[in-house]
């Protein structure tokens, strides 16, 4: 897929993950496609996949675990509609989808404006005071 990563619109609801997989990025694509279309109850969301610009596993295994430097994929997740049920509609479907991705192997981390919330949701996000992600 050629394309470039979109610049968030505050008024839609938005997240970024950062996928450390071994997968190809099609396969992530199609695992990202399957669960956007059952998780987010009836919400319209895209949900491309990028090549992570900032991946760089060199020397990660000597230092805290950095998902964007761990992660070759990043995927743009983005809702077309900003009412305040989209909002809510979005970010549970957003826990859901990194639960899901983190059962079939992948470390997941969100980068939005609700990562409690996923933290919370999912048992796990980056911070700096705990950086390493669960299994």
Known sequence: MVGTMATPDADT?????YIDTKESREAVQA???ALTSSRFDHLQVSAPVFKNHGYDPVGLS???YDPIEASPWTAEIDAEE??????????AGISAVIGDLRAAGFKVTASCDFEDRVAAETGWNWTSENPEPPG
């Open 82 to 91: 900003g009412s305040p049920q989209a909002f809510e509609t979005f970010q």
């Open 31 to 33: 695992l990202l496609d």
């Open 62 to 64: 000597s230092r805290s």
């Open 13 to 17: 609801p938005y997240c970024r993950l």
